[in-house]
């Protein structure tokens, strides 16, 4: 496969670990220079996917080329052109974030004095210039992630795997991690960001692949992905179940499609386009109805939302805790 703008191009990628089809026929290509999003459940087949483009683990069937070089044929060089940010960052709790980054900038033969000056850089970039000196096992979630970002970067690398860096972040450190990958990007690395959260591929990629059960289900800029769900939804939650039928009356006078009713968790919504008037208008009329409303509010797509409306059934982690 030869470089066609393409930082990656992935057909047909199989993988199984004994009965279980990890990847399953997946397709995949990624522009040079953006930011692309690979959005999907816990077990979707994200990281497999990296873990084969990154070339630590083999191939069953298809192929794949990173910086247009082949990763069955030429692992050597594609793990030279490739940057990887595991779902749990690698770093040495013990060590000062500078020492850490020094240490990596070893490991990748820098020798000392480059190895010093990048960290520096580095600690700039991130800004963990004023914890550079602390140990990371005082450093907040967010710090850690930001220097495991970083660390992936000591070699500027041509492509980087970020696999889920925000899971398990409190929002403010999910934001700060967000603005060190938009600097990544400007400064010209392509990035392919594993998620499991619609709003991070919106915020951070230009373009999104949608991963179930090992398969691409879409592939599309944020903005189709959210109007082919609805982008924004008007939410109600009501006391009686028998008030059902009415707030989905009042809510479809508002909607922009169908609403939904989910009768266990006696919750009716539905994708609106002007978001405020139409909460304002649904709050009075079921106020003026007298209906006794739990709870109610606009409620930005979810992947959920994504998932039921591309392939029909929720996602696995959702069905498993409905079920519990
Ligand atoms: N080393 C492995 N051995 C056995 N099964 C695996 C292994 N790695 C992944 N799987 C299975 O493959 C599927 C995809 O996993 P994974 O790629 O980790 O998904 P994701 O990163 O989207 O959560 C899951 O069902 C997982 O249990
Ligand atoms: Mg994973």
Do not use: C
Not at 76 to 96: F, M, N, S
Not at 193 to 216: F, H, K, N, P, W
Not at 219 to 229: A, E, M, N
Not at 297 to 321: A, I
């Amino acid at each position: 496969m030869k470089d066609d703008g393409y930082a990656v191009r992935a057909e047909g990628l199989e993988k199984r670990y004994g009965e279980k089809r990890a990847l399953d026929g997946f397709d995949l290509t990624v522009r040079a220079g953006t930011v692309h999003g690979l959005l999907g459940p816990n077990g979707a087949g994200k990281t497999t996917a990296v873990r084969i483009l990154s070339t630590l683990v083999r191939l069953d069937g298809g192929r794949a080329a990173v910086a247009g070089l082949d990763v069955a044929r030429e692992p050597r060089e594609v793990r030279a052109r490739i940057g990887l940010t595991g779902q749990y960052a690698a770093v040495d709790e013990v060590l000062t974030g500078r020492q850490n980054l020094e240490m990596f900038g070893r490991l990748f033969h820098l020798g000392g004095r480059r190895a010093r000056a990048r960290a520096g850089e580095l600690l700039e970039q991130f800004d963990l210039t004023d914890a550079a000196d602390k140990g990371v096992g005082d450093y907040s979630g967010g710090m850690r992630r930001r220097l495991d970002l970083a660390a992936s970067m000591i070699l500027t690398p041509a492509v980087l795997f970020l696999d889920e860096p925000t899971t398990g972040l409190d929002p403010r450190s999910r934001g700060e991690v967000w603005d060190s990958v938009r600097a990544l990007v400007a400064g010209g690395t392509t990035v392919l960001l594993t998620t499991q959260y619609l709003e991070e591929a919106d915020r951070l990629a230009s373009r999104v692949t949608v991963i179930d059960r090992g398969r691409s289900i879409a592939d599309d800029s944020p903005d189709g992905l959210k109007s082919r769900v609805g982008g924004d939804r008007v939410e109600v939650v009501v006391a009686e179940r028998a008030d059902i039928p009415r707030v989905v009356k009042v809510v479809a006078r508002v909607a922009d499609g169908e609403p939904e009713a989910d009768e266990t968790e006696l919750r009716v919504h539905a994708p609106v386009t002007d978001r405020v008037t139409a909460l304002t208008d649904v709050a009075r009329t079921l106020q003026d109805e007298g209906v006794r409303v739990e709870d109610i509010g606009l409620r930005r797509p979810s992947l959920d939302d994504v998932f039921l409306r591309l392939t029909g059934h929720r996602t696995e982690t959702t069905e498993k805790e409905a079920a519990a």
